[in-house]
């Protein structure tokens, strides 16, 4: 298994531009999130989805868009890229076990908007 | 609402030394509990959790108790090793929160160095 897939690794934008970064999943998981990591204050969701077809906003949404159109694939668009957008992208997969759901996180994409 | 409260780094130890890192929180229902690493240029990668009171989580010579009384879940490990050097984060879930997908709630990481 491949895990969490995302690309590009690494993106320099200029501020206006749109792009989507990818994130696929090889593990058969109903549920997949983005986060974004900003200095000094850890992981924030940005979206998530129960499964395909269904989409909904964490705690950041503004400025991002989502689509799950199958259980693999769970892509984010930035519509208008913005310097606050700075930062690094992690998706993430997740699954129960154990009582909880452990989250599995792709390598990240590192993203500049200038 | 939700949040974690992590010990603030970095941390810089010399090999073989005793390592706490500190972890709080509070949280509206009943929490699951986790400790993330995240080695440089990776993503973050589950180290050890623990879902109910009294529980230890452990792996790789780290362990954390979930202490309710306390709202804590520090994080410890004997005897530290170079490869132990990584950011680590402390984090929690509260079952049926945006349904059932379990929104991690995380602190904001310590970065933690070993010398040889």
């Known amino acids: 298994n491949a895990g969490v897939t995302q690309t590009p690794k690494f993106q320099v934008l200029k501020t206006g531009q749109s792009m989507t970064l990818q994130c696929a999943q090889d593990?058969?998981?109903?549920?997949m999130s983005w986060y974004r990591q900003d200095p000094g204050m850890g992981l924030r969701l940005i979206h998530y989805s129960v499964g395909a077809g269904i989409t909904d906003q964490g705690e950041v949404p503004n400025g991002y868009n989502v689509s799950r159109s199958t259980t693999e694939d769970f892509p984010l668009r930035l519509l208008s890229a913005a310097p606050s957008q700075t930062s690094v992208y992690f998706c993430?997969?997740?699954?129960?076990?154990?009582?909880?759901?452990?989250?599995?996180f792709g390598p990240g994409t590192r993203l500049t908007v200038t | 609402g939700d949040s974690v409260t992590q010990m603030e780094g970095p941390v810089t130890l010399s090999e073989e030394a005793f390592l706490t890192i500190n972890c709080t929180y509070t949280?509206?229902?009943?929490?699951?509990l986790f400790w993330y690493v995240q080695y440089p240029g990776e993503g973050l990668q589950l180290l050890l959790k623990a879902t109910k009171a009294d529980d230890k989580g452990s792996n790789k010579g780290f362990e954390a108790t979930y202490r309710k009384e306390t709202t804590s879940f520090h994080l410890e490990k004997g005897s530290v090793q170079v490869s132990d050097s990584a950011v680590y984060f402390c984090a929690l879930s509260v079952e049926g929160y945006n349904f059932g997908n379990e929104k991690l709630t995380f602190g904001t990481g310590t970065r933690l160095t070993i010398i040889p």
């Open positions: 949280a509206t229902g009943y929490p699951s």
């Open positions: 993430a997969s997740s699954y129960r076990a154990g009582g909880a759901y452990e989250q599995y």
């Open positions: 593990m058969n998981h109903e549920y």
